[in-house]
């Protein structure tokens, strides 16, 4: 980062003293910058980068017509960043203008530019979605689904993923606007789609399997039996396994939040059933998330300790269930409380099923 904010620096006092020369590679800097601050998650600050980034790219396109498809990078990307700010309204109209620079490109040469289109179209369905115009959005979002079917027919290899992808964000929409059983199997069909691929490049498509298997489980908690509920948790465990194996440091926060939802979904069966054997596999999911989410917890990581702070609470209440609430567990309570977490917890609440996340 440091690297990337002196070129930046160097770039933007190169492109005052000759525009023409330099400003190319000022656009390149800016969408590096502002790419790893969201990275990051600090979409505050990339806001500003990205804003530079499109009003030159605009300049620049309109000079050079080939800078045009990083235009619409920028765009979306922009779109993005205010969506994540809050900014919904703005964020539709960077969408939508991405939509259409991407469309144009798209006629002049399809092989090239309609994958980048069909994103922008799902770009736009979300910020559409999160303004609350869930009917817009379902409209809109036949045209990135019918597209990826037919490259998807082309070229699985290199679509079937993206294809998933759509399928899954269709049936967002399609839930948004109250066609549950639609929704549910919309977003069944990405899932097979996307087990399809990930049995192929389980490295690179593993983990979006296991983000799809996590909110088809927030479909399936609401209108399946709890049975059905805990295999698709179950399937997603498993692959966060075998992924953490290939690389922890990555992937071990995300087997740390489904272990709590299955620790949860167990402990609140067990708890209503009076099942002791139940209760017992939600503590022992519990104790597992609790042993990454350590690992994971220090000074500078505070949503981790507010994770293990919530896991820890959940944990708790199902030991003194079974009257086992113990010594570390309280001492550890303990740290959660001197630090804040546990203010947090009680503030904000947690719903185990809003964890996944689209």
């Known amino acids: 980062m440091d690297a990337q904010r002196q070129a930046l620096a160097i770039r933007q006092r190169l492109s005052k003293e000759n525009p ?22 600090l979409w505050k600050e990339a806001r500003e980068p990205l804003q530079q980034a499109v009003a030159l790219l605009r300049r620049l396109s309109e000079l050079n017509p080939a800078r045009r498809a990083e ?5 979306s990307n922009l779109a993005i960043c205010l969506d994540q700010l809050g900014h919904e309204d703005e964020a539709v109209r960077a969408a939508e203008e991405a939509v259409t620079v991407n469309h144009r490109l798209s006629l002049e040469q399809p092989a090239v530019h309609e994958p ?6 799902n770009s736009l369905c979300a910020a559409l979605a999160h303004s609350g115009r869930h009917a817009q959005a379902l409209t809109i979002g036949e045209f990135p689904l019918r597209l990826r079917r037919r490259l998807a027919l082309e070229n699985h290899t290199a679509h079937a993923h993206e294809l ?10 399609l839930r948004d ?20 691929v990930a049995k192929v490049a389980p490295e690179s498509h593993g983990p979006r399997l296991a983000l799809l298997l996590s909110n088809f489980a927030v479909f399936v908690s609401k209108m399946r039996p709890y049975t059905e509920y805990l295999a698709v948790l179950e399937e997603e465990i498993g692959i966060r396994r075998r992924l953490v194996a290939m690389n922890s440091v990555t992937h071990e926060a995300g087997l740390a939040d489904a272990l709590y939802r299955l620790g949860f979904c167990l ?5 209503s059933s009076k099942s002791t ?3 017992l596999s939600g503590v022992s999911a519990l104790e597992e998330a609790v042993t990454v989410q350590r690992r994971l917890s220090t000074a500078d990581s505070p949503s981790h300790s507010l994770e293990l702070a ?16 113990s010594g570390c567990c309280r001492s550890d309570l303990e740290g959660c409380a001197s630090n804040g977490s546990l203010d947090r917890v009680t503030a904000v609440g947690r719903v185990h099923e809003n964890r996944a996340s689209w």
């Open 164 to 173: 998933a992808e759509s399928l899954a964000n269709h049936g967002k929409h």
């Open 71 to 75: 235009l619409a990078k920028a765009l």
């Open 277 to 279: 054997v139940v209760t």
């Open 20 to 41: 023409h020369a330099h400003e190319p590679d000022l656009a390149i800097s800016l969408t590096n910058v502002a790419g790893n601050l969201s990275d990051l998650g």
């Open 116 to 121: 980048e289109y069909a994103r922008s179209l």
């Open 177 to 196: 606007v109250g066609q549950r059983d639609e929704a549910l199997a919309t977003v069944q069909d990405a899932v097979n789609i996307q087990r399809e």
């Open 267 to 271: 402990g609140t069966v067990g708890s």
């Open 310 to 325: 919530q896991s820890l609470t959940m944990l708790c209440v199902l030991r003194s269930e079974l009257k086992e609430l």
